[in-house]
């Protein structure tokens, strides 16, 4: 069995196994067309992950999340081969939640309508948001 089959056979969640397993063919593909050589994963180099890493971002256009499962990987094999290689990889930005408009809020309360309990909490997490938006535009540069 090689050394990347061993390792994927520690791995507990068959899921991550076959993303894992992926990822690792993958950069070794790249690895390939972009050296010449296979991959040696015992010599590989932290500028050659940077490489891959902005091959990723440019070329593929992959989001921060496909390119940190891509990287995690890498990570995690080289960490089973007794080696570590500090790559970061690029950072995943959650967009804010957003606010329901005034129409979506009368559906959700509409369809509340006849129970008084979800009404009264719909009623309460209605203007505790209101509030919470009214204190974040008007005194947050005061709590700076």
């Known amino acids: 069995m090689n050394p ?19 990822a690792l063919s993958e950069f070794a593909d ?23 890493t902005a091959y990723l971002q440019t070329v593929r256009r992959l989001s ?10 890498i990570r995690s094999f080289l ?8 790559v970061k990889g690029p950072k995943q930005v959650t967009p804010p ?8 809020l009368g559906r959700l309360f509409a369809a509340a309508e006849g129970s008084t309990r979800d009404t009264a909490i719909l009623n309460l997490m209605a203007r505790a948001s209101s509030r919470l938006n009214d204190i974040q535009t008007t005194e947050y540069s005061e709590w700076r």
Do not use: I
């Open 79 to 86: 960490r089973h081969l007794g080696r570590t290689l500090k």
């Open 30 to 52: 790249w690895y390939t067309q972009t050296t010449g050589a296979s991959v040696d994963w015992n010599l590989l180099t932290t500028v050659e992950v940077k490489d891959y």
């Open 4 to 22: 990347m089959d061993e390792y994927l056979a520690t791995l507990t969640s068959p899921r991550t196994a076959e993303r894992y397993r992926a």
């Open 97 to 104: 939640v957003k606010a329901l408009s005034a129409r979506e």
């Open 64 to 73: 921060p999340a496909s390119v940190n499962l891509r990287l995690a990987a």
